[in-house]
């Protein structure tokens, strides 16, 4: 007898408690595992004495489903779940739904959700972001896919979502096919460009300024009942003041090379296939990318010199810039991903909603941060938002910030302290600030080289012109294209 409203595939650490945060809102789970010997051991563990229902092989575990059959593959993404689709569909009725819930990239989830659609399955791809805890407790949700499915799998994902201090479920319908798992991707990338303008603050004070890990909490802590007030503002704290089983502080004994798991990296791919300048989110995927490069950092660090990095000055003062400028560039950086969106919706007609995923954000995932209610009143007011940079509130808050940020960046080159990430935000700022950029001068030496021709000011968009620069060049002109 099927009894089970929802069947789950994968018990690693996030499948286990998505199940269990099920079963805690009244939804029966049926769950199987590759390894079957996980199976048993979440039922006579986790899970004993719920609701759940532990299944040996996929015929079994298909047969508790109520149908429309709804089942969830929490797996490593790439090839294990077209494998698992494999399997399932056989199994499955025209109707039913496969969700991904993995960081599946979203051309794979275009794809899968094409090809189920011709066998009458209907296929969700959702981002989950909250890692851990988010999983138990209630993460951000963000699904996309087959429209149709919607309404058959919105209680479930609404139910066991964050819920915002307004009450609404940060979990909404995203777009078709993949727009769910596009828009998880730009979380992560935000995501990366967060943590490094954060590591960026942390070398200057702790590098520059000598201040201790105690010390490193304290400004931490502070800074986190102000504008930045954000999760991963407030776990910077708690790494600050954990220490080691000698007593020491544990964060000066991690090895300095962060590790990356590639959604920041497709996000960077995916702008430079659309053309747009995502600075910050590339400049932190580049910047973990040179953090790998340790054996080779110390090497270099006993022959190449550079000024003394010790700060002295007025350190309250310098606290203020550098807040400012950590919140300047955060504020690019949202910008940025949300500017991402808007190019890859016009793209792929997903018709993303902004201020919808804004609402996502707000609680359960990994960037929520405090103005993410700002950025939902933002497209609430224009829904056509070119840039968050061109809010009134962002407007403002980035006008009064930009003085300390400037003085960070002068700083942080006079001490010979890398801040690549702050570099490029404030680079960004102000090349989408300047009416005329240089690529006039650009533009020529192209026409000059390789008769790639140019537009002219005094002329309409679109007509290209080419110009005999020498002499001695024909009036042939190479053909126009855009990468």
């Known amino acids: 007898m099927a009894n089970a409203d929802i069947g789950l595939i994968g018990l690693a650490v996030m499948g286990q408690n998505l199940v269990l945060n099920m079963n805690d809102h009244g939804f029966t789970v049926a769950v199987f595992n590759r390894t079957t010997s996980k199976v048993d051991d979440f039922m006579n563990g986790p899970a004993k004495g719920t609701n759940v229902i532990g299944t040996h092989d996929l015929k079994e575990f298909v047969s508790q489903l109520k149908r429309p059959r709804r089942v969830m593959l929490m797996i490593r993404a790439g090839q294990a779940v077209d494998d698992f689709i494999d399997k399932l569909v056989p199994l499955l009725e025209k109707g039913d739904i496969i969700i991904d819930g993995g960081n599946s990239h979203f051309t794979d989830t275009n794809r899968r959700c094409q090809d189920l659609k011709k066998k009458g399955i209907l296929f969700v791809g959702t981002g989950i972001s909250g890692g851990e805890e988010g999983a ?8 996309g896919g087959n429209h149709e499915a919607w309404p058959h799998v919105k209680g479930i994902l609404q139910s066991i979502a964050a819920k915002a201090d307004t009450g609404e479920p940060c979990a909404d319908w995203v777009g078709e096919n993949g727009a769910g798992h596009y828009v998880k991707m730009v979380h992560n990338g935000i995501e990366y460009g967060d943590m490094q303008i954060i590591c960026e603050a942390y070398q200057l004070l702790n590098q520059s300024l ?7 909490h304290d400004v931490f802590v502070k800074w986190n009942e102000g504008v930045l ?3 991963l503002i407030e776990i910077a704290s708690h790494v600050f003041s954990h220490v080691d089983e000698d007593g020491q502080p544990l964060v000066d004994k991690i090895l300095d090379v962060a590790g990356q798991k590639g959604t920041g990296k497709w996000a960077c791919m995916s702008a430079l296939d659309l053309g747009f300048p995502l600075t910050l989110i590339s400049e932190a995927v580049f910047s973990r990318c040179l953090s790998s ?6 090497r270099a660090s006993r022959i190449l010199k550079g000024p003394d990095s010790f700060f002295s000055g007025d350190r309250d003062e310098f606290f203020n810039d550098l807040r400012d400028a950590l919140y300047a560039s955060k504020i690019v950086s949202y910008a940025q991903g949300f500017m991402l969106m808007r190019e890859a919706s016009k793209e792929y007609n997903w018709n993303i909603n902004y201020g919808s995923v804004a609402l996502m954000w707000r609680e359960g995932c990994i960037i929520r941060s405090k103005f993410l209610g700002n950025i939902k009143d933002a497209f609430e007011k224009n829904p056509e938002l070119d840039s968050l940079l061109l809010d009134d509130f962002f407007h403002s808050a980035i006008i009064k910030a930009q003085d300390g940020w400037r003085r960070v960046l002068i700083k942080s080159i006079e001490l010979g302290v890398p801040t690549p990430a702050f570099g490029t935000a404030l680079a960004f700022y102000d090349g989408y600030r300047t009416a005329r950029l240089p690529a006039n001068l650009l533009q020529g030496l192209r026409d000059y080289f ?10 309409p968009r679109g007509k290209f012109f080419h110009t005999n620069w020498t002499g001695t060049g024909g009036k042939v002109s190479a053909t126009s294209y855009t990468v």
Do not use: N
Not at 210 to 216: K, Q, Y
Not at 451 to 458: C, I, K
């Open 210 to 216: 000598g201040l201790t890990a105690d010390e490193l």
């Open 293 to 298: 490069l340790k054996e080779e950092r110390v």
């Open 229 to 231: 007030s954000s999760y």
């Open 136 to 143: 138990r407790h209630g993460p951000s949700i963000m699904p």
């Open 450 to 459: 390789g008769a790639h021709t140019y537009e002219r000011v005094d002329q």
